[in-house]
């Protein structure tokens, strides 16, 4: 499969090409030449199979032959060794929980299948040393951290907003050492966001260091995103409903990945973009103008991004038409005292904890099935409350159980550099 760039379509790229830049020469993000349908056969079989066929089918061909079958069956095998069960939590809607993996966020997929992608180009072609940079806004940089720690060739820098991320994230980005660096910024998601991007157009630092991206606009973290809707279809495959998910979003790769699945035959009816204060989509679904914004902080922090990179590849996805997009996404926002109230009901009726990212997910599917029969909606539960403890607490209450594994992690010393500019990153990675 080749890749060619959103910002200009002569210009095409492999796949381990993309994977190792990151985004094209012109800042561009990477999208595949051809959406893969999958035979018909295959999606009504989902639940005869198991979780690497269906990952391989899903990604072999936007891999191509760039790593040869053997190997790609054993990253997919590593990057998908936990479970990711939906959970009823009413009669039409449920959990799609994906925090059963090391760092407790559904990045974790993405974050190890780039790894893996990546140290194995770098084995097969003598790459050199790689920087990794990428900017967080709180999952991010714990998975890539764990993802990418002692890989060999590969150094990491991952960039996130000071005093913005939730105490057990911020562990989860500072404690590692070995190739991983963290860095305060101060200012916002966007700002770190802006800072990667700008430092791969910065000759002075590309001469000096290979730069590739973790963040989802490389293609090997956006792509494998997709096997969370493939495994979901496999287990509501007996509803016999429409089905309807729901995805608390905030850079919009992991609802981009699921709108691809759909275009490749999974039988999804409608996503819902659920967004918290954050509005850029929500006010683009209702207005048709597309108008970035700066972030506002909220409780559901991971999805405070004001100018989400992955959208423009939504918009391609339906050839830039509004309409066609229309018909497949509707957007809502939710401001923190409903994500409070949705934790609060849900867990005083059910006894499920949704953590605040989730909260904004069921809000998102609560919504869009009012007066409507016969759908299932799924929200895609992002992240384990744990790592929001001091409001799911304050929320619903209770203390919530803390593994040792977090405990552990918690009595670790942070160890991070502090940022103001894009001239002290570029000094950084200048030294
Ligand atoms: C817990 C959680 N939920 C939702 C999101 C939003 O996902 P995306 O950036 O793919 O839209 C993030 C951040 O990526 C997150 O960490
Ligand atoms: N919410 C993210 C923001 C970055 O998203 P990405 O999928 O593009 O890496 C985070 O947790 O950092």
């Keep these: 499969m080749r890749y060619f760039s959103l910002n200009d379509r002569s210009h095409t790229s492999s796949f381990e090409n993309a994977v190792v830049k990151g985004l094209a020469p012109d800042k561009g993000l990477y999208f595949p030449e051809k959406v893969v ?6 999606i009504k079989d989902l639940q005869n199979l198991d979780k690497t066929e269906i990952a391989f089918r899903a990604i072999k061909e936007y891999v191509g032959s760039e790593i040869p079958d053997s190997d790609l069956i054993d990253i997919i095998n590593e990057t998908l060794d936990f479970d990711f069960p939906v959970v009823n ?6 959990s799609l929980e994906l925090f059963h993996g090391p760092t407790l966020a559904f990045k974790d997929v993405g974050a190890r299948f780039m790894a893996g992608s990546l140290g194995y180009f770098i084995k097969k072609g003598n790459l050199g040393k790689i920087t ?8 991010t940089g714990g998975a890539v951290a764990n993802g990418f720690l002692g890989v060999e060739g590969i150094d990491v820098v991952i960039l996130y907003p000071k005093g913005k991320v939730s105490d057990i994230q911020e562990k989860q980005l500072t404690t590692l050492e070995q190739n991983i ?3 305060e910024v101060d200012g916002v998601f ?3 966001q802006r800072m990667v991007k700008r430092a791969f157009l910065d000759t002075d630092i590309t001469e000096k260091r290979k730069l590739t991206s973790a963040n989802s606009i490389n293609v090997a973290r956006w792509l494998p995103q997709m096997f969370y809707y493939f ?6 495959q007996e509803k016999d409903k429409k089905l309807v998910f729901s995805v608390p979003s905030g850079n919009f790769g992991n609802i981009c990945a699921g709108m691809l699945a759909r275009e490749m035959g999974l039988p999804i009816d409608h996503f819902v973009a659920a967004n918290n204060s954050n509005d850029t989509v929500t006010n683009y679904l209702e207005t048709s103008e597309y108008r970035s914004k700066p972030s506002v902080p909220t409780i559901s922090n991971a999805m405070d991004v004001g100018d989400p990179s992955n959208f423009v590849r939504v918009l391609e996805l339906f050839d830039n038409k509004y309409s066609s997009l229309k018909d497949a996404l509707s957007g809502y926002s939710f401001d923190d005292s409903q994500t409070k109230k949705a934790i ?3 867990y005083s009726k059910t006894g499920y904890i949704m953590d605040p990212h989730g909260a904004v997910g069921y809000l998102g599917v609560q919504e869009y099935l009012k007066g409507k029969e016969g759908y299932y909606g799924t929200f895609l539960e992002t992240a384990h409350p744990v790592k929001f403890l001091d409001t799911v607490e304050e929320v619903i209450g209770k203390k919530v159980a803390i593994s040792n594994s977090i405990k552990h992690l918690m009595d670790k010393e942070k160890k991070s550099l502090q940022i103001s500019s894009y001239e002290d990153l570029k000094g950084y990675l200048l030294s």
């Design 231 to 236: 495994l979901a279809c496999k287990q509501l």
């Design 132 to 139: 990794v940079l990428v900017a967080t806004s709180g999952d």
């Design 37 to 42: 349908k999958l035979p018909a056969s295959f």
């Design 190 to 192: 966007d700002d770190c």
């Design 344 to 346: 609060k009901e849900v």
């Design 89 to 94: 939590i009413t009669d039409d809607i449920g």
């Design 181 to 183: 660096t963290a860095i």
